[in-house]
């Protein structure tokens, strides 16, 4: 059978048996993948794609991290599952390297299979602290797809499956290219922080368990709020008794170039959500950490959380070696480091490129967008856009693949998310492609 036979029968075996997520599932054109490293996957027909989303912005140490498949290895030759009832060594270790790169307080982990399963259980964890029931999120969110997580997000996922879970709250977005206040940055108020307010207000505060945000915004497209933000939410909660929760799960872990996102405004909030590059992908596992009152409140009072799988002691052992991995190997600093040139990039694309209307960027967290049209900001493809209405954006991601990149494309965004351990020259070869590709988008714009 040649390679390409055989990637196609791959290809039909999986779609014959299994389904893909969030798509019409006669359109899904996977790529049949069977090797990585680094920052580099490849495909059953041989070819390899330099990874420019981290898979789904998890694999932030690079694929196959030796450190992690030695531990995964090791680990499975001891013992791979303890009940959750039972101590491991993995497990310990695991909450304790949690709370000592965590900020402040945070100090007890309450261990998941994922991300999404660890935001039902903060805002769990938050209604039994709190004795509230309303929990404040954003419209520009994605907290995952159990029903809490998904009930909590803002992004159109959550339409299909609605009515989800009650006493969710949204407020608008620091969407500084599209501010709904009408606001530019020179003429802002900081409206995306004083409403939140004023909705706590009409709301009742003494019924709001807490606020739920991303330290930034990931797939819903990249919003790095202003410096004053984290720190004024902070504020905010504490005059009302409200508890900020930062779900991490994908700004977390170097990505930022931070340990996690509100590292890099000195905030402590009061529970943090973690998953993805908790074991960047090499297992599942997620958490949730919460500061020293909160672990207190628990010492003598009934917990009525569990899961067959949490704590998982595989999963720990890999959350272990990753940790160590991000510390040994100086990720974070390459993502604070290799952000800078990142940003410096971009700027370059938005310069050059007709189409490209915004860029947003910290760390190696970032997006391209996409206009018709600089002045009126006009979107390239709507958002929420359907197969039909995305235009010249469908064309991006083939282009881009047949040139050896591989990336997250999502209505009128190109992400820039690569693995932390990429290097410089790998940085700018990835952006050379889009670069590129920009002129296929620049002739649909003015
Ligand atoms: C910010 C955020 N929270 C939660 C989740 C859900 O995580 P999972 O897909 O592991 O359930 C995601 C997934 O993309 C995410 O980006």
């Known amino acids: 059978m040649s390679d390409q036979a055989r990637s196609q029968a791959l290809i039909e075996l999986n779609r014959r048996y299994t389904f893909f997520s969030w798509s019409v599932q006669s359109a899904v054109k996977p790529l049949a993948m069977v090797g990585a490293k680094g920052s580099y996957f490849w495909d059953a027909d041989g070819k390899r794609y330099l990874d420019f989303s981290s898979q789904l912005m998890n694999v932030n140490t690079g694929h196959q991290h030796p450190k992690v498949v030695a531990a995964i290895r090791e680990q499975a030759e001891r013992l791979c599952y ?13 909450g304790k390297l949690l709370a000592d790169v965590t900020p402040g307080d945070l100090s007890k982990a309450f261990f998941t299979l994922g ?13 039994l602290y709190t004795g509230r029931q309303k929990i404040v999120a954003r419209y520009r969110s994605y907290h995952g797809a159990t029903y809490g997580a998904i009930s909590a997000t803002g992004d159109p996922r959550r339409l299909p499956v609605e009515p989800g879970i009650p006493g969710i709250v949204r407020v608008f977005d620091p969407h500084c290219y599209r501010c709904v206040f009408g606001q530019e940055p020179a003429s802002c108020h900081r409206e995306c922080i004083t409403h939140i307010e004023e909705v706590i207000r009409f709301e009742g505060p003494d019924r709001v368990a807490a606020v739920l945000f991303e330290g ?9 709020p202003p410096n004053d933000y984290w720190p004024r939410l902070r504020e905010m909660c504490d005059k009302y008794g409200i508890l900020l929760i930062s779900d991490e799960v994908m700004s977390g872990f170097g990505r930022t170039g931070e340990w996690f996102a509100v590292d ?3 905030v402590v909030p009061d529970m943090m959500v973690v998953a993805k590059g908790l074991t960047s992908g090499h297992i599942p596992l997620g958490a949730v950490i919460v500061s020293q009152p909160i672990a207190d409140h628990f010492e003598d009072r009934y917990l009525p959380l569990g899961l067959t799988y949490g704590a998982h002691t595989l999963a720990c052992a890999a959350g272990v070696a ?3 991995a991000y510390r040994e190997d100086g990720l974070i600093e390459n993502a604070k480091h290799l952000g800078q040139t990142l940003g410096r990039s971009l700027e370059a694309l938005k310069e050059n490129h007709p189409s490209v209307g915004d860029v947003r960027y910290i760390g190696l967290f970032s997006v391209i967008e996409l206009v018709k049209d600089k002045n009126t900001r006009e979107p390239l493809a709507p958002w929420n856009a359907k197969p039909k209405e995305l235009g010249v954006m469908a064309d991006v991601l083939p282009a881009l693949r047949e040139r050896g990149l591989s990336t997250f494309v999502k209505w009128n965004w190109i992400f820039v998310v690569p693995p932390l351990c ?3 020259e790998e940085l700018r070869t990835g952006l050379s492609i889009i670069d590129e590709v920009l002129e296929i988008t620049d002739k649909e714009a003015q």
């Open 216 to 224: 930034v915004t990931g797939s819903s497209g990249i919003f790095v």
């Open 264 to 266: 890099n405004w000195q």
């Open 115 to 127: 991300g999404a399963d660890a935001v039902d259980n903060a805002i769990k964890l938050a209604r």
């Open 82 to 94: 303890a009940y959750p009832g039972m101590a491991t060594q993995p497990r310990g270790e695991l």
């Open 322 to 324: 990753t940790i160590q």
């Open 422 to 424: 990429i290097s410089e």
